[in-house]
C-alpha cells in the first residue's frame, strides 16, 4: 500500500505524486529539484517582462557623459557632471556608446593639443551636444585628422547628431564634416573656417543640415555629391567660396535657406536633380545659381511653386549654361538678371513668375575667425575632379614682365589685365586696390577649348608667358580667387594652372 501524502508537504524520506497502482516514488532532493524546475519555468515570463521593462528604461533614459575641456580629467570613473572627462576622444574610447547616448560639452576648445584624435567618429545614433541657443558659438571643435584621404574634423554614423558645435579645420585642405553613405541630423550648429569644405555629402547619404550657419569655408559651404539627397533647410550660408555646390547624381532637397555673400551662390553641375524651394539668393560676388552641364534643377512648377528670391548678384541671378530650358514658376528675379534659356509657360499668373524686389540691405560681416592652432588658417587647395591632372603652380622668375595694365609691346594681348576683388565677400569702398599677385592662365589652349572657355569667362584673352600661349582668365590679389576661378575650369574638364607674379 501505499503512503498516504497530503500534497503539501514535502518532506520525508520518500513522497508520492499519485496514487495509481504502479506508482513511482521520488526522493525528497528529486521532487526539490522539480519543483524548482516548474517554477522557474512559471516564472520565465515574468522574468522576460522585467527585463524588457528595463531596457525600455534604459533606451528612454539614455546615459549621459560629461566632457570639459578646461576642468576634465580623462578617468574610467569620469563622466559625470561632478567628475567631467576631458576630451571628446576618451569618451568615444572608453566604452561602447549605445545609440542616444548624450556626449554633453562645455564650454571651450577641443583640439590635438589637449588630447584629441581626430578625425573624431561619432557612433550610430549618439549625440554630440554642445550649446544649440548659440550654435556652438563657445565650445570649438578645431583640427584634423586623415580619413579618405583628406584631412577631416569629424565623421558621424546613421542616425547621430551634432547639435550646438563649432567645426573648423584649419590645417591645409581642411574639410569640416565628412558624410559618407550615413544619414546624421547636423542641426544649430556652426561649420565656420573650413580651408577646403565645411561639410561634404557623398554616397547614398540622406543627412538632415537644419538651421545651422556655414560661413568663411575656403571652397564650398555644403558640397553634396554622388547619389546623395540629403535635406539642407533653414541654414545661413555666407562668405564662402560656393554657398552650396551640388553635382554628380545627387538630389537634395535645399529650402528656406539664406544664402548671401559668396562667390557664388548655389552651383549645380554634373546630373545632379536638386529640388530648391524658398531660398533667399542675395548679394552673391558672381551668379546667384548657376546651372551647368546637364544639370536639371526643380525650380517650381504650377502645383508646386519655387517661392525662391535671387536678388543683387552681381554678375546675374540665375546662369543657365545646359542645353535645357529651365522651367521656372512662382520665383522672384528680375528678367534681365537671367542668362540662358528659361520657360515661363508653366507659370499659372506670369505676372507672379519673376518679379523685381527692392534692395535688400546687407548683414555685418562675420568677424573673422580666431582657431588657437599654429596651422595657418589661409590656406586653401583646390579639389578636384576625379581623374583630372592636379592643377600646377608655376613661379614665375623676374625676367618675365610683372602684369600691366596696358599690354606690353610685342605681346599678343588684346584686353587689359581685369583685377579680381581681394576676397569673397564685397569690397569695402573704403579699401585701396592691391595689386594682382597671381594669374589664371589656360595653356596652348586650342580653339574647342577657347570658345568653351569663354562661353565660362566671356573676358579670357590670349596672352604669352615664357614664349608661349596662353589664355589668361584674369589676374587677381587674393590666391584664394585665383583657385576659386581654377577649380570652375578643372571642373568643366579645362586644365588650367596658376602663375605667381614676382615683383622686381
Known sequence: MPEPHDGNSLLGTSAVLSAPKDQYRYTVSELLITAMQRIASAALPIALMI?????????????????????GIDRADGGTPTKPLRTITYALQRRSLAPGTLLQLAAGTYRAEQGERFPLRIPRGVILRGDEAT????IVIAGGGSYAGQSVV????????????????????????????????????????????????????????????IEQNGNSGVAIEATSSPEVRGNLIRGNGYGISIRQQAAPQVAENDVRQNQDGIIVQGSARPLLRQNQILDNQRYGLSVLSDALPDLGTVGDPGNNRLQGNLQGDLLNQTPQVLSLSGNQIARDRIQGQVTLQAAANPRQLLMGTA?????????????????????VVVRLTPNVPEVGVVVLSTALPPVRQTPPVGEAVNKPIIIAPPTGLPRDPGLAATPPRYRVVVPGASPAITLQVR???PSAFNSRARGREVLQIGAYSDRRMAELQVRRLVEEGIRAQIERIESR
Open 154 to 213: 569629424m565623421t558621424l554614423g546613421d542616425r547621430a547628431q551634432l547639435r550646438g558645435v563649432t567645426v573648423t579645420n584649419p590645417q591645409p585642405r581642411g574639410f569640416g564634416l565628412w558624410l559618407e553613405n550615413t544619414s546624421p541630423v547636423i542641426v544649430s550648429s556652426r561649420l565656420r573656417g573650413n580651408t577646403q569644405d565645411g561639410l561634404v555629402v557623398r554616397g547614398a547619404s540622406n543627412a538632415m543640415i537644419l538651421q545651422n550657419v
Open 359 to 379: 534692395p535688400v540691405p546687407l548683414p555685418p560681416r562675420p568677424a573673422p575667425l580666431v582657431i588657437p592652432q599654429n596651422v595657418p588658417s589661409n590656406q
Open 135 to 138: 550654435k556652438g558659438q563657445n
Open 51 to 71: 527585463l524588457s521593462l528595463a531596457a525600455s528604461a534604459s533606451a528612454q533614459n539614455p546615459p549621459t557623459v560629461y566632457i570639459d575641456p578646461q576642468n
Open 455 to 457: 562661353r565660362l569667362i
